[in-house]
């Protein structure tokens, strides 16, 4: 079945450590985004891609690093979390020619 | 620049009644727009999109928006509530459909 998966879906963690949000989908498609949405607020884009060995910061400065090494594949990695990175972690992604993105369930961070 | 503006953050009817969400964009070219609803703990899911078609767009569930380009809105409707519309909807632009700028969510309460 063709989806757009999340891991992991919440997690807790101290101040310090570095952790990996993964995403990746199953639809081929070449274009990947990573949002972060915090309540009562607009979803910032942090990072994109638009195929394999691309990857883009978005509006939202941010600590955070990706790769795309496979087109199916997107993690997003924070090497030192800090409690502003508490937020939810959405993972979307796009045909090359399409007007639609498809998102992910999202990860929800909690860092202590 | 691209912005959205979504007008009243929380948006309560009566199950049976009409739903109207606000959303007024601001873009330099003719837009993209989408109407995108959450559910709780999920993704985004698309509802519908203009993309320089017809300006009356039908989505799913029963939903449908109507480009104004003299107004630069992109209002969403469904002519009958039911609980099961109770989510968050956000209303997005994008100029080349490639990056999205999405609204503040307007949170959607049936009554029953």
């Known amino acids: 079945e063709a989806d757009i998966y999340q891991t992991p879906r919440y997690l807790v963690i101290g101040t310090g450590k570095k952790i990996t949000l993964e995403c990746s989908q199953t639809?081929?498609?070449?274009?990947m985004y990573w949002y972060q949405q915090d309540p009562g607020m607009e979803l910032h884009l942090i990072h994109y891609?638009?195929?394999?060995?691309?990857?883009e910061k978005g509006d939202l400065s941010s600590e955070s690093t990706v790769s795309r090494i496979r087109t199916e594949h997107f993690p997003l990695t924070l090497e030192s979390a800090r409690p502003s990175h508490t937020s939810q972690y959405l993972c979307?992604?796009?045909?090359?020619?399409?007007?639609?993105?498809?998102f992910g369930p999202g990860t929800r961070l909690t860092v202590l | 620049a691209q912005s959205v503006t979504q007008l009243g953050s929380h948006v309560s009817v009566s199950e049976g009644a009409l739903v109207l969400l606000r959303c007024n964009y601001s873009?330099?070219?003719?837009?993209?727009l989408f109407w995108y609803v959450q559910y709780p703990n999920q993704g985004l899911q698309l509802l519908l999109k203009?993309?320089?078609?017809?300006?009356l767009v039908k989505g799913i569930n029963g939903f449908e928006a109507e480009f104004k380009k003299s107004e630069t809105s992109f209002h969403l409707t469904k002519p009958s509530a039911h609980m099961s519309d109770a989510a968050e909807y956000f209303c997005?632009?994008?100029?080349?459909?490639?990056?999205?700028?999405f609204g503040t969510g307007t949170s959607l309460t049936v009554i029953p």
């Open positions: 873009s330099s070219v003719p837009p993209y």
């Open positions: 891609s638009y195929g394999v060995n691309s990857t």
């Open positions: 979307a992604s796009q045909t090359a020619g399409g007007f639609s993105q498809f």
């Open positions: 997005a632009v994008s100029e080349t459909g490639n990056q999205f700028y």
């Open positions: 203009y993309t320089s078609a017809a300006t």
């Open positions: 639809m081929g498609h070449d274009k």
